[in-house]
């Protein structure tokens, strides 16, 4: 779906509540879950359907997959995401 976005560097200081941490050459990719065929995979799309309850798009059964490096040690991860919303409103 969207494949190897380079992040670059990621700062934690500016959140408030979390500890304070940078992640650097962070590159994150997002896929479906193993088993489904990019080619067969929808997302949903909802012009105000009140049984969704959202005006915009929804993917499901996804995962984000990754690498990056905390104080020079580099690693990589993979993360499900059940549901990622994009929605929207009037203002």
Known sequence: MFDNIDV???DSTDEPGFPDFALDDMVVSLRTNEGIDLEDYDIKISLNDEALGFLGFQGDDLRVLG????????????APVSAMRLVVELV
Do not use: L
């Open 8 to 10: 670059g560097r990621v």
């Open 67 to 78: 690498s990056a490096s905390y104080a020079g040690v580099a690693f990589s991860f993979e």
